[in-house]
Nanobody
C-alpha cells in the first residue's frame, strides 16, 4: 500500500503563485509515475500534470501549460506542482496520484493511477 499526503493549498489572489507538494510513503519501491488532478466545484476531475519517475518526462493539461511545472524528487518520493500566474478558474481541490506499475502511455488520465491523496483546496480570488 502507498499513502499520499498533499500540502501547500490555500487562498491566493489572481496572478499569485502557489506550490503544492505530495509525499508518498509505504511501498514506494514500485513508483512509475506521479501526477496531479483537480476537481473544480461542480465539475469533473481533470488532469493537470504528470511525470514519469524513470526519465522525468512531464505532461500537462492544456489549461495549465506554460504556467504550472511538475517536478519529482526521487530521493524523497515527493512530487511538487509549482503554479504560477494563477487564475480564478484554477480554483479546485487538487489531488496527487501515483502509479505503481509500468506504463508506456503518457500518464494523463485518472485510470492510469493506483493511489490517490485526500486532496488539498486551492482557491484563487479575483
Amino acid at each position: 500500500q502507498v499513502q499520499l499526503v498533499e500540502s501547500g493549498g490555500g487562498l491566493v489572489q489572481t496572478g499569485d503563485s502557489l506550490r503544492l507538494s505530495c509525499s508518498a510513503s509505504g511501498r514506494t519501491d514500485s513508483l512509475y509515475a506521479m501526477g496531479w488532478f483537480r476537481q473544480p466545484p461542480g465539475k469533473e476531475r481533470e488532469f493537470v500534470a504528470g511525470v514519469f519517475w524513470s526519465d522525468g518526462n512531464a505532461y500537462y493539461g492544456d489549461s495549465v501549460k506554460g504556467r504550472f511545472t511538475i517536478s519529482g524528487d526521487n530521493a524523497k518520493n515527493t512530487v511538487s506542482l509549482q503554479m504560477n500566474n494563477l487564475k480564478p478558474e484554477d480554483t479546485a481541490v487538487y489531488y496527487c496520484a501515483l502509479r505503481s506499475t509500468p506504463m508506456y502511455h503518457p500518464p494523463t488520465y485518472a485510470d492510469a493511477y493506483d493511489y490517490w491523496g485526500q486532496g488539498t483546496q486551492v482557491t484563487i480570488s479575483s
